[in-house]
């Protein structure tokens, strides 16, 4: 398994933003794809966004399209997801995830590796 350490969640009133950054350790870093999912409490883990290898194809689903952004920097080893617009209803803990290829997948089952997740939670 892939090493994946997220960090930048926090409390933040709705309207505003947060970066969300993933760090992982790995020597072939350009050849995974990287997402991020959330999960609320009492509800199942569902996709947020995905990059592929490259960084220049991305997925979104719906509820962020348009607020959030997703983004890797394969020097550094390191996937952002930019949210802007923060709504109550994004507040969950955000996982960083990765799989090897160049594909980018939406489907929780393609993702083997996992942060430990960062809370982010958006008061109203």
């Known amino acids: 398994q892939v090493q994946l350490v997220e960090s930048g969640g926090g409390l933040v009133q709705a309207g505003g933003s947060l970066r969300l950054s993933c760090a992982a350790s790995v020597r072939t870093f350009t050849y995974y794809v990287m997402a991020w999912f959330r999960q609320a409490p009492g509800k199942e883990r569902e996709f947020v966004a995905a990059?592929?290898?490259?960084?220049?194809?991305?997925n979104y689903a719906d509820s962020v399209k348009g607020r959030f952004t997703i983004s890797r920097d394969n020097a550094k080893n390191t996937v952002d997801l930019q949210m802007n617009s923060l709504k109550p209803e994004d507040t969950a803990v955000y996982y960083c995830?990765?799989?090897?290829?160049?594909?980018?997948?939406?489907?929780?089952?393609?993702?083997?590796?996992w942060g430990q997740g960062t809370q982010v939670t958006v008061s109203s």
């Open positions: 995830a990765a799989t090897p290829g160049v594909f980018i997948s939406t489907a929780l089952g393609a993702y083997g590796s």
């Open positions: 990059v592929n290898w490259s960084g220049k194809s991305t």
